[in-house]
């Protein structure tokens, strides 16, 4: 077809642009100028879909962009995807934003931060992407294809049989030859189309691209005939977030290595722009072992996938985000031991934001990080145990107010005690790292509320040891076993001697009196020392758990 064709067929199928009702490709240029940055700044973006929870991979490319785009003063665009409409989960997209802000990735430009840019959700920025397919259609970049899907499935099958690669190129693209009055007859009659790139392409040729991640790369050129707008009109996934990257001026492009087949596509589409495209780098995904193999992590089949997890499961961000900053870059190690060393010492919090984010490291990480729980949760102790007793009382109520209300209304009766009840060896040198998540804590202070006590696992083998002991600590001249006005080992050596005076001395080992004891009062076998929790149960409430029921 001639020029004046093209142009013809572009001004049926958009005659809202022809008629200039909608502004086309030039004028929304001119309404996103370039930034006004310095020379080495970055403009990242992250472009979730909606179609789902934030996975945890999500939010490991989240702090990557984070860190890269503000290291040289850049800017950070979150963009929702949201052309999937069959896909689109209610909520989802608003839970993606909140999740983003709980785990602090610093967004410059989004729903909620606006700009010149912007919009920033695909939905509304139809117009944008119908300029754009109109001066493709009219620049022959683009035809009109009205493939139908029974012929679609006839080409596949002809394909599978033949043994070739699938898609719409050479001789399957059907539409290519249609003639000017044929494609105006079918779209007069309203017959159903696609737009298709009418791609220049010869996969026998080889394109070569510097991944920032991967390295030099070489594929085949891209030369399938892909859809860039669907039958509803709205565009691809592969054109919309094209023409978004450009307008926004994105000049580094981080996405999961699963894009890589789809990058001459993306090459092909910058150079009929006409416009430089920005770097790529291809993130490896987070792995798991499952049985003797390795796999990616899947939201379908490991619910750690969902960032949704460690929040209900209540890891602090720090840890999680800790533990996603040492898969990026396993040397990570070294600087965490320094600073819980120094934490131990000085009785600092653990800064992150200190650590210096090397990419080099990333590049060389090319098999992608082993999700290791191990791992995290001793990341996760040492924040916990770096945090005094009213920091993790705050962070407890918090976690537990969204996700055990019995549990919250039960220890917010009383901060006070619950206070003191997280302060046990809290402040010794040696600190406690039992917590590495905040729904594990109900289970190891049970012992210390009432309401959830359960003394099943008390000693009844020691009846008489335990009413020996209940006399003797009910004795005036022992009060002081219950308010630490002794230090330890006087207390250890009160206990010492209360057990030399007794008629099982001979029958019964010191420990094993004190492991009867403890048993009865916490029915645990490891518990922080006695010495800390007499004093907080109380002496009247130690006693009442010493009777035998």
Known sequence: MTKEDNLKIANLLYPEIANENKPDRQKIEEKYPKRDLQENAEVMRLAPSPTGELHSGALYLAMINDILAHRNNGKLILRIEDTDKNREVTGAAERMMKYLDIYNIKIDESLLQNSEYGPYIQSERLDTYNAFVYD????????????????????????????TRPGVYGKYAKSRDLTFEQIKTKIENKEPHVIRLKSSGNFDNKIKFEDELMGLMELSENDEDFIIAKTDGVPTYHFAHLIDDYLMRVTFVMRANEWIASMTKHLE???????????????????????????????????????????????????????????ANPTFDDWWNLQVEESD???I????????????????????????????????????????????????????????????????????????????????????????????????ISYMYDEIFNNLNQDINNQDLLKYLKVELSKDENKNLFDNSIDIDSWILTFKNIYNASPFVNDIKFGDMMMSLRKSITSQEKTPNLYYIFEVLGRDRVLQRLDQK
């Open 345 to 347: 010492q000085k009785r």
């Open 269 to 327: 589409l910058w150079g009929k722009l006409g416009v430089k495209a920005p770097k790529y780098g291809h993130i490896m995904p987070i792995n798991k072992k499952d049985g003797n193999s390795i796999r990616k992590l899947s939201k379908r089949k490991d619910p750690e996938a969902s960032v949704a997890y460690y929040q209900k499961e209540g890891y602090t961000v720090d840890a999680l985000k800790a533990y996603l900053m040492r898969l």
């Open 136 to 163: 493709f259609l009219i620049k022959d970049y683009a035809y009109v294809c009205f493939m139908t899907s029974e012929e679609l499935d006839l080409m596949r099958e002809e394909q599978v049989v033949m043994k």
């Open 349 to 444: 919090k653990i800064n992150l934001s200190n650590y210096e984010f090397n990419l080099d490291e990333l590049k060389r990480n090319s098999r992608g990080p082993l999700l290791d729980f191990d791992k995290l949760n001793n990341i996760s102790s040492d924040i916990v145990a770096s945090m005094n007793a009213e920091e993790v009382a705050e962070k407890l109520l918090e976690w537990a107010k969204e996700n055990d209300a019995d549990f919250y209304n039960m220890i917010n009766q009383n901060k006070d005690y619950l206070i003191k009840v997280l302060n046990i060896e809290r402040e010794t040198v040696k600190k406690r790292k039992d917590i590495y998540k905040w729904s594990m804590v109900k289970n190891s």
